[in-house]
């Protein structure tokens, strides 16, 4: 996230909240893990925090930009084939990118990054530290 000038408390807040939420999204995608267990952990991860999340952090990245598997609880789209990857395999590259707030200071947070996953878990693609970053 970035901010122009030094970041009120409560960004800095959601900021933490959507790291600890994208760690927790690194750590469980692990091959033969379902993408709904993913969404648990970082919705587990941001509560923790006092925040809250969309209801999906991710999608699939290959021919288009927004595809399957979709990372979430319940996710709904058109068409009969909708919902039929649930589960992590070596060889696919997701976008993760929790959506969270903070009812109570109505602070808002989004942070990306790509993974690939491989056997051992996820690999990200950007070294850049997943933080608040002020721009003075």
Do not use: C
Request: aromatic share 6%; hydrophobic share 45%; no cysteine.
């Amino acid at each position: 996230m970035v901010t122009f000038g030094q970041p009120a408390a409560s960004v800095e807040h959601i900021g933490r909240a959507v790291a600890l939420g994208m760690d927790a999204a690194a750590t469980a995608l692990r091959p033969g893990a379902g993408f709904d267990a993913v969404q648990r952990a970082v919705i587990d991860a941001v509560e923790s925090q006092g925040a809250r999340s969309e209801y999906w952090s991710g999608h699939g990245l290959g021919l288009d930009v927004l595809e399957e598997p979709w990372v979430g609880l319940d996710v709904v789209q058109d068409g009969s084939k909708a919902g039929a990857v649930t589960a992590a395999e070596p060889g696919m590259v997701l976008a993760i990118h929790p959506t969270l707030w903070d009812e109570d200071t109505r602070a808002m947070g989004y942070m990306a990054n790509t993974y690939v996953i491989d056997d051992d878990g996820a690999q990200a693609l950007s070294r850049h530290p997943v933080a608040v970053h002020p721009i003075p």
